[in-house]
């Protein structure tokens, strides 16, 4: 198979992350004898430096024209004072919108030899197997107008949840299609008792729901998702929120594994590219220090080698490798026991080479 | 000292739970000499049911008319195919609204004699003690438009996130207040990466902040939040918050104490009355059935006696035979190990009478 990757490392720790993946890439195209090409982009701070806008043409360009995108991380205090349309993270989401990637997939599954660095307690992490899909390109992230308004003499400031019924459909209808092919329920995370979005949102679950009578649906109230989350984790399948409730819950539900430098996440859209992330971000206080864990980018890169490229196989493999290396008690910092010995990022990356 | 207190039960285990309130204010005004009167008003699916509304103006004036106010839970599924503008909820946020309780604070603390009942492991949970403040009458609570509307002929809906720049000041600035006689740290939660409202959220918390060189502020982004909410939740000491956000990390946060029925709230305006109610809802699962914790409902009514009426010494005598109480092992079906003895509602109600 030949295949040509966009990597956009971005900012802070994302580089060194975006390096483990593509090294792994290519130990799997070696041993399965696939021709995995990989061409560079600029994204985030690096490109507000080099080109004054977070997200350059040519960026979006060369996305276009790969098969699928691994994307590092971006952002950093050394933006902070940027004005608001040339953040870092403006480059990430005008990404997601140019490439129409309305849904974000957050799996959160249950590592035994990691049971320990959760704050949960075993019992309630156990068996854990949740896959969240995340509305990605509508809601508060995107809705107009966002701004400083005056009102009645006051300063004021508006921002809009908007959202076009086509937008809830696609993605719920993604999400009972996962469901299908997992345990068949899907549980649909809104705010109907106070947002008439989320009362339309609840409809088109109803509606999508007629279509799958072996996928179960079940509403809950993101307050109260909020809080089993943590506290019921095995009652979910898969989840499906919009965008910035969405943001929320996965960034919660990272606890289960124990830390953000686990979680892998693909970003679909209709014809493809897909994108694939680690859920942490660019970590400016440990960048630099070849410190950060890698496995949450290796694990998206299995991702697209499972969802993009078909390779099911291949995506086992680097799985078992990194459960493997795991399973052997190597461990990043953010994934050790305190006080105990940690590793390195490229030595974790090498680690995971070595026994795939 | 004489103070008439607006009892507003509600649904479900709302009224289970006020009647305990109120017999324990009762117990309290006997052994301290204070006449408190106790005047019933009617709000959510009930008063839907009695007047077609869920906040009647006979009831917005006796709340008016007194000097604090407690309300148990309003809801139930009985009421779900209402109108929107007849749900029971909305007789609870029309009457913040009106009563201009703008902020709600949620403390939540650590018991030892619970420790087991949180999904949390005792390490993460110990010594664990924040306060968090919900800004409670703005927001996209209350941001107009929120409707259906037609885009470019396809369906669309929007919601609105408004608010005024003197609606995040007070809020903010009291929670600094709170913060000084606390652990003098104020955490400022927000989405200042991708939201004009959480920018300025942000700008005006570096403001308030400059009349408090003794309190400490520091930023933190949403997603972030809900993580270390439940990863490290002894960083905490006083939470701010928008609304939206303020409602999924309150809930969220309950898990530390292991059970919603443990946790009170206060809602406070400018001039009083203010609001005291649980966090939980009116649980239409174990409704009528004697089953609810009342000790949420409790501890509100101590906050009362403390925030409203200034008598600390009596409302810490209400929390010290709560905590006899569960120190004796005594336990509603919510806080007790799986498949242990537990009572009832009414019996929990009496024994923390009987040590007062
Ligand atoms: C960086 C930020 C804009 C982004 C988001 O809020 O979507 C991040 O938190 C994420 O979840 O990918
Ligand atoms: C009942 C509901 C409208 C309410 C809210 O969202 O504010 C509740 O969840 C709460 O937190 O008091």
């Not at 992350?17 to 701070?45: C, D, M, N, P, T």
């Not at 902070?80 to 990637?101: C, S, V, Y």
């Not at 299908?180 to 609840?202: C, G, H, Y």
């Not at 892998?264 to 220090?289: C, Q, R, T, V, W």
């Amino acid at each position: 198979m030949n295949k040509r990757i966009a990597v956009l490392p971005g900012d802070g720790i994302g580089k060194e992350v975006a390096k483990g993946a593509v090294e792994i890439l290519q130990a799997v195209g070696e041993r399965f004898g696939h021709q995995f090409s990989f061409a560079y982009g600029k994204i985030g701070g690096e490109s507000i430096d080099e080109f004054g806008t977070p997200l350059p043409d040519e960026t979006i360009q060369l996305c276009k024209e790969s098969d699928a995108i691994l994307l590092g991380a971006v952002g950093g205090p050394k933006w902070d004072q940027t004005p608001a349309h040339i953040r870092p993270e403006k480059g990430l989401l005008k990404l997601r919108k140019d490439l129409n990637l309305y849904a974000n997939l957050r799996p959160t599954m249950y590592y035994e030899s990691l049971a320990d660095s959760s704050p949960l307690r075993k019992e309630v992490i156990q068996e854990v197997d949740m896959l969240i899909v995340r509305e990605l390109t509508g809601g508060l992230y995107f809705g107009k107008p966002s701004e400083r308004v005056q009102h009645n003499g006051e300063d004021a400031v508006v921002d809009t949840l908007y959202y076009e019924k086509a937008e809830m459909y696609r993605v719920i209808k993604l999400a009972f299609e996962l469901a299908r092919d997992r345990n068949k329920r899907v549980t649909s995370i809104d705010k109907a008792n106070v947002l008439e979005s989320s009362r339309m949102w609840r409809e088109i679950a109803e509606e999508v729901a007629k279509d799958f009578p072996d996928v179960k649906l079940d509403h809950m109230l993101v307050d109260n998702a909020a809080m089993q989350m943590v506290m019921n984790p095995k009652r979910f399948d898969v989840v499906v929120t919009e965008n910035m409730f969405g943001d929320i819950l996965s960034d919660e539900a990272s606890v289960l594994t124990g830390s953000l430098g686990m979680l892998p996440s693909a970003s679909l859209s209709e014809n493809g590219p897909f994108l694939y992330e680690p859920i942490h971000g660019s970590a400016p206080d440990i960048a630099g220090k070849n410190m950060a864990n890698p496995l949450a980018m290796i694990l998206s890169a299995a991702m697209m080698l499972r969802v993009s490229f078909g390779l099911e196989e291949e995506a086992n493999e680097v799985e078992r490798a990194v459960n493997q290396v795991l399973d052997a008690g190597i461990r990043t910092s953010d994934i050790a026991s305190f006080g105990s010995p940690h590793t390195s990022t490229s030595k974790m990356i090498d680690e995971v080479k070595a026994v795939l």
